[in-house]
């Protein structure tokens, strides 16, 4: 830590004992080197460190012929100097406000807390290459410092890998995390083709090689880890092996790069296995400003577009480094909330297990002389106590009486606490803990509705490009080829009944009729789309050809 001003000013210039005086260290230059002598430093600093080269000897001055030496009264070492000494001793007048300036430079607290790159585990990183070299300016600028120490008081700072899976393990972190996966993962998506070709094949086969892949459930377990670690990575095993330096190389999607049969499966891992190699932080018109072009796994070098990245919730470019290059998991958002939760389910448990005291008014002049007395007709009241014991007391100089704490209010408090948790989460409180509203007309379609609003967003903004990506590897592995018709859509979560779907669809096909006698389309139009609805009662029927005649 670099030394106060004042500082600079008072440690030459005072007297030192020799105890304190570390022994002159002289140089091998010969007799006429000079002799390096460090200045002590108070406890918390750090003496500035030794210049490249020796500075070049300079004469002494000439003593003063008539004056004699002077002699300096010490104290101790380990005696505080109090402002006023201070003051009247230093020679250049210390005083309380460089007294308090020392103690405020030397209860900072460490540097590049938040800021520090993340450590990965040994073995994650590869032997004999270069680490990382990571910006400081963050971490060593002075205005950062009071924001610094507020940020690690509010837990806004990554807590780690092993920290974050233990809290994987609590039933309230891992509920807010397996409910917004499940449902993001339960209606799935659906298989669509435009234009007026019959590619019913193709989109089975689609369907056929997803789930091969297992690309629902992988894509489930991306979410997850998402939530428990703030990042989900998925290795695009192509059968390309791990040694030999393959997979440094881009995966290109084309059909030269990409052949046909070659992709094996997709491989979920966890971010405490990886770590980025390099990436830009010079240009940030660049594409790869704070974005990693190759990953370590555990030892092995695999190339970005080999490990889709899943996060949901991306930090700033400024803490990237110091998240493995993730985002903020929930677990780490929630984490208040849920303190406060376990807190207040403790507070009132704790209150319920003694929410009752028996009070006995009695002559305590009487036990004076006996105090054993006292103590063992309370204590055979306590061991006794229930409701058929009897407690025998003396009617005109004692009295027994139960003091209770009031409990009203307190399944309120425990209940906000708990749809704090909710809020942070966004979810209902039925599909978080399974509690129906309780009230006249209570429901919760309402919220339900909004949650599902809220999954669909997350499905579009975690899921689509990655999803895409896969949608591609697989039409180049089955066909050798892109098909630009072909994509898919997420299924609604908010399914509706029989009835209300044999509504609708009187209602399309009324439209197409409609359509079809003003002109707008015609009959092999309107069959296409019917052939093409595969949520229709026709989705399982031929409709490939003309339509037969009326």
């Known amino acids: 830590m670099p030394r106060p001003p004042f500082l600079s000013r008072w440690l030459p210039a005072r007297a030192r004992s020799p105890e304190h005086v570390p022994s002159p260290a002289r140089s091998s230059s010969g007799p006429a080197a000079s ?11 750090s003496p500035p460190p030794a210049p490249l080269h020796p500075p070049v000897p300079r004469p002494a001055p000439p003593a003063a012929p008539h004056e004699p030496p002077r002699s300096v ?5 380990n005696t505080p100097l109090s402002p006023l000494s201070a003051s009247q001793n230093a020679p250049h007048g210390i005083g309380p406000r460089d007294m308090a300036e020392t103690l405020r430079v030397q209860s900072l607290p460490p540097q590049a807390d938040i800021f520090r790159p993340y450590q990965p585990p040994r073995g994650v990183r590869g032997d004999g290459r270069t680490h990382l070299a990571m910006d400081s300016t963050a971490s060593t600028n002075p205005g950062l410092l009071g924001w610094l120490r507020q940020a690690v008081a509010e837990g806004v700072a990554f807590p780690g890998y092993p920290r974050l899976a233990e809290m994987s393990q609590r039933a309230e972190y891992r509920h807010m995390v397996e409910v917004i996966a499940a449902e993001a993962t339960r209606e799935w998506i659906t298989f669509r083709a435009r234009g007026t070709a019959d590619k019913k094949q193709r989109l089975a086969d689609l369907e056929q090689e997803f789930t091969r892949l297992n ?7 991306m979410a997850e880890y ?16 791990c040694t030999g330096g393959g997979l440094e190389a881009p995966l290109l999607l084309r059909p030269e790069t990409f052949r046909k049969g070659s992709l094996s499966a997709l491989v979920p891992i966890e971010p405490v296995w990886t770590t980025p190699d390099q990436y830009d932080t010079t240009n940030p018109l660049s594409a790869e ?18 490990l889709l990245q899943f996060v949901s919730r991306p930090v700033p470019d400024l803490l990237k480094p110091a998240y493995n290059f993730g985002g903020l998991s929930l677990s780490q ?50 061991r006794f106590r229930s409701n058929r014991g009897t407690f025998v007391l003396d009617k005109d100089r004692e009295k027994l009486e139960l003091l209770a704490a009031p409990l009203a209010g307190l399944d ?12 942070v989460a966004q979810e209902p409180l039925v599909k978080f803990t399974g509690i129906t509203p309780s009230g006249l007309n209570a429901s919760a379609d309402g919220e ?15 899921y689509r490009k990655n999803l895409t990506t896969i949608l591609h590897m697989v039409m180049l592995n089955l066909w050798g080829e892109i098909d630009a018709e072909i994509d898919f859509t997420f299924v609604s979560l908010w399914q509706m009944d029989e009835l209300s779907r044999a509504t609708l669809q009187k209602t399309r096909a009324d439209i197409d009729a409609q359509n079809i006698r003003s002109g707008i389309i015609t009959p092999t139009e309107a069959r296409s789309r019917t052939a093409h609805d595969t949520s229709g009662q026709y989705a399982v029927v031929n409709l490939a050809g003309a339509p037969p005649a009326a």
Do not use: K
């Open 35 to 45: 002799l390096i002598s460090p200045a002590p430093c108070p406890s918390g600093f």
């Open 73 to 77: 009264q010490l104290a101790p070492a």
């Open 215 to 221: 690309v629902r459930d992988v894509l489930r377990r």
């Open 226 to 241: 998402d939530g428990y670690y703030g990042m989900g990575l998925l290795y695009v095993d192509t059968g390309q092996p």
């Open 289 to 306: 400003f704070y974005q990693p072009s190759r990953w370590w796994v555990q030892g092995g070098l695999l190339h970005s577009t080999r």
């Open 333 to 382: 958002m929630a984490r208040p909330a849920v303190n406060n939760w376990l807190r207040t389910r403790q507070s009132v448990s704790d209150l319920l297990n003694a929410f009752s005291i028996v009070a006995l008014s009695t002559d305590m002049s009487a036990y004076a002389q006996d105090p054993e007395g006292l103590l063992s007709r309370v204590e055979a009241f306590n």
């Open 412 to 423: 309120r408090l425990q209940a906000q606490a708990q749809e704090q948790m909710c809020a």
């Open 448 to 462: 339900i509705r909004v949650f599902y609003d809220r999954v669909h967003a997350f499905q579009e903004t975690f």
